[in-house]
């Protein structure tokens, strides 16, 4: 039987999501943990690769397993898997799926958020991005609207990746203030490639301090050339925040 894990983490301990032979990661982690309580071996498949001190508010797993899980004994396995997992690392819920679907590939889009502050903050400050400076919103999000023209976004991707492409379409991506101090850079895509977020705001924070046009912004985009783009800000401001998969991958235990 196939099934889907909804759970989140917090990426400061791992080194991604991705198993590692010298690092610890996520996957190893919750694969671990699975396969002691089924007693069984069980491979783990992410819906995505998140890099290293990155974290997932909203993340999906795919596992096969011989176990028949119920709405009677899932409970029950949720509450011992989560006592046996770090606590940086919970699992709400499992989900039935048909035997074909795919955590990774079936899912339709993905939104991560980026939290940056322009105030210190002894309580946000391991999960938001200081800035020394208030960008200019304004021009930021013209930039983000100009990214809905492109489909390649090589001059964000860490390079030597081996993808089959560096196409990603892009649905949605703004800045949003609130009534403090906090800046929410926000996007939606049906894929993202290695670093992209990250190398997204770096330029963008570029725009929003002047250092470069809407044109140059642009410009940076159809070289195609990570050199030309801006650096990639800190990992631990960054969140996966919600995947979206069609509803008909889901079925009743």
Sequence with gaps: ??????????????????????????????????????????????????????????????????????????????????????????????????????????????????YVTTRKNPFTKPFTHRLFYSPNVEQMNICCKKMMNYVDFTSFSKVHTHTYTNNCHITQALWMSDETDLLIFEITADRFLRNMVRAIVGTLLEAGRGRISVEDFCTIIEQKDRRKAGISVPANALFLEKIVYPENIWRSL
Excluded: C
Excluded at 62 to 72: A, G, L, R, Y
Excluded at 73 to 100: A, C, G, M, T, W
């Design 1 to 114: 039987m196939r099934y889907f894990f909804k759970l989140a983490y917090n990426g400061e301990n791992y080194f991604g999501w991705q198993i590692q032979s010298r690092h610890v990661s996520l996957q190893e982690t919750l694969t671990k943990a699975v396969s002691l309580l089924l007693k069984e071996d069980v491979t783990i498949v992410g819906a995505g690769r998140t890099d290293t001190g990155v974290h997932a508010k909203d993340f999906y797993a795919h596992f096969d397993t011989s176990f028949i899980f119920t709405e009677t004994n899932k409970p029950d396995f949720i509450y011992r898997l989560n006592s046996f997992l770090p606590h940086d690392i919970v699992v709400y819920d499992i989900l039935n799926v048909d035997e074909n679907a795919h955590a990774r590939f079936d899912a339709l889009s993905r939104t991560y958020r980026y």
